[in-house]
C-alpha cells in the first residue's frame, strides 16, 4: 500500500525534472571520448572503472590509468594534450559526478552486473558510444527504476534493502 | 520465485539480551552512538530531554527505600512484528520488511511524531536540532549511516546498513550469509557478551534457543506488539 502512494506522489517529481530545473550541467576538465577508447580500443569498462565490476562503487580513473597510453601523444586532438601535459605533470584529473544516488540509499554494483548479470547500458544508457562527456545522466534513474526491475526480477523492495 | 516462497526462505531477526550478565556499563550506547552518527548529547538537549539514544537503558527501581534495587534495562528498538508506530504514520514513512526489521525511511518522514507517541517503549526520537558533533568526530562519520536532517524522527534500525554490506560481500563470494556475520554494532561491542543476535525463526540459532527459554521475558508483553527483542531476567 505504501508503494501505491508512493509512486503517485513520486511520480509528480520525477529526478529528471529536478535536475532540469536546477540546470546544473557537468563540466569535466578533459573534453574524454568513451567511442575511441571502448569501441576503437576495445578497453574493458573495468580498466578505468575499477569497482564497476567487483566493487560496491564504479569509480573513475585517476590520471595513471591514462599514464601508459598518453605519456606521449597518439594524435593531434587538443583535447588529449591536456591528458599529455596532466599526465607528465602528475596532476590529478577532477572527473564531475554524472550519476550519484542520495546518501540515504544503498546501491553496489557487482550486486547488480556479476550476479543480477545486468548490462551496465540498462542503467547508464550507451556510454560506451559517447565522443564527449554528456552534461546531464544518459538516464534519469529515480526509485520508480529500481523498484520496477526488482519486482520484475523477485528482489526485495523492503525500504531497508536500499534505504539506510 | 512467488511472494511466499521468497518470504518463508528470508530470516526473522532478532535479539536477546541475557539482563544477568549485563553489568550496565553503556558500552552498548556508546557503540550504537558512534555506528550510527547519532550526535551526542548537548546541555541543551539534556535539559530539554531531546537527546537521541537509539539504544538507551532504561531505569527500573525495584523494593523500597532503604531496600531500593536500580536495574538499568538497555531498550533498542523492539521491532515488533505488531507494530504500532507503522499504524499511525500517515505518510508511509515507516514499514515493516519481510525480514521483521522496521524501516524508517527518513526522506519520507514528516516529522508529525505520531510514531513516537504510539511507541510503548519510547525507542523513537525526533531530531529538534540541526545534527551537529564536535570538530574532530565530525571528519569520522560512518559512511554507511545517513546523516538524519532536522525534522525526522529515527530510531534504532538493528544496524540493517551491516546486512546490506553483509549480504553484498556473501553474494560477490557466491554464497549464503553465514550466522554471525550480521550483527548489530551493540551486540559486537557489549563486552560481557549479554547480547545476542540472529534468526528467530531458524531454531538451531542461539538467539531462537535463548528467546524459548523459562528465563526469557519481553517488555509490555501483554500489549501485543511481539517484539523482536527479547530478555533474561535473572537465573539459576
Not at chain 1, 546518501?103 to 550476479?115: I, P
Not at chain 1, 542503467?123 to 520508480?144: D, E
Not at chain 1, 527504476?145 to 531497508?160: A, Q
Request: hydrophobic share 30%; aromatic share 6%.
Amino acid at each position: 500500500m505504501a508503494f501505491d502512494y508512493l509512486r503517485g506522489v513520486r511520480s509528480l517529481i520525477p529526478l529528471w525534472a529536478i535536475l532540469a530545473g536546477c540546470g546544473s550541467e557537468v563540466h569535466q576538465p578533459v573534453g574524454y571520448n568513451h567511442d575511441v577508447h571502448v569501441n576503437k580500443l576495445q578497453i574493458g569498462c573495468d580498466n578505468c572503472h575499477a569497482g564497476s565490476m567487483t566493487g560496491q562503487v564504479a569509480g573513475l580513473p585517476t590520471v595513471s590509468d591514462c599514464a601508459d597510453c598518453h605519456a606521449e601523444a597518439n594524435g593531434t586532438s587538443d583535447e588529449e594534450k591536456k591528458v599529455v601535459e596532466a599526465v607528465k605533470a602528475n596532476r590529478p584529473l577532477v572527473w564531475q559526478r554524472l550519476y550519484s544516488i542520495p546518501s540515504h540509499v544503498f546501491f553496489t554494483h557487482r550486486r547488480h552486473v556479476q550476479s543480477g548479470g545486468i548490462a551496465c547500458e540498462r542503467c547508464h544508457g550507451l556510454m560506451k558510444n559517447q565522443k564527449r562527456p554528456p552534461p546531464a545522466p544518459l538516464v534519469a534513474l529515480t526509485m520508480t527504476d529500481c523498484i520496477n526491475c526488482h519486482r520484475e526480477r523477485g528482489v526485495s523492495t523492503d525500504c531497508t534493502t536500499c534505504h539506510r | 520465485m512467488n511472494e511466499t516462497e521468497h518470504a518463508k526462505a528470508r530470516p526473522r531477526w532478532g535479539m536477546v539480551i541475557d539482563l544477568d550478565r549485563c553489568d550496565a556499563c553503556q558500552g552498548c550506547t556508546t557503540a550504537c552512538q558512534t555506528e550510527n552518527n547519532i550526535p551526542p548529547p548537548t546541555p541543551q538537549s539534556a535539559a530539554q530531554d531531546r537527546s537521541i539514544r537509539w539504544m538507551e537503558l532504561l531505569p527500573n527501581v525495584e523494593g523500597e527505600y532503604p531496600r531500593v534495587k536500580l536495574r538499568l534495562i538497555p531498550r533498542p528498538c523492539m521491532h515488533c512484528d505488531k507494530p504500532p508506530c507503522i499504524k499511525v504514520c500517515p505518510v508511509g514513512a515507516t514499514a515493516i520488511g519481510a525480514e521483521g526489521i522496521i524501516a524508517q525511511v527518513y526522506a519520507r518522514c514528516i516529522g508529525c511524531r505520531y510514531c513516537t507517541t504510539a511507541c510503548p517503549y519510547t525507542a523513537r526520537y525526533f531530531n529538534w536540532y540541526p545534527p551537529r558533533w564536535p570538530e574532530q568526530l565530525s571528519q569520522s562519520l560512518n559512511p554507511d549511516v545517513s546523516v538524519r536532517p532536522r525534522g525526522v524522527v529515527e530510531k534504532c534500525s538493528f544496524c540493517h546498513h551491516r546486512l546490506q554490506k553483509a549480504r553484498d560481500k556473501a553474494a560477490a563470494e557466491k554464497r549464503e550469509l553465514r550466522p554471525g556475520e550480521y550483527l548489530p554494532a551493540c551486540v559486537e561491542a557489549c563486552p560481557t557478551k549479554a547480547m545476542f543476535f540472529g534468526d528467530l525463526d531458524d531454531p538451531r540459532s542461539e538467539v531462537a534457543q535463548l528467546a524459548r527459554s523459562p528465563r526469557s521475558f519481553r517488555l509490555l508483553e501483554d500489549l501485543g506488539t511481539e517484539p523482536k527483542v527479547f530478555y533474561l531476567r535473572e537465573g539459576e
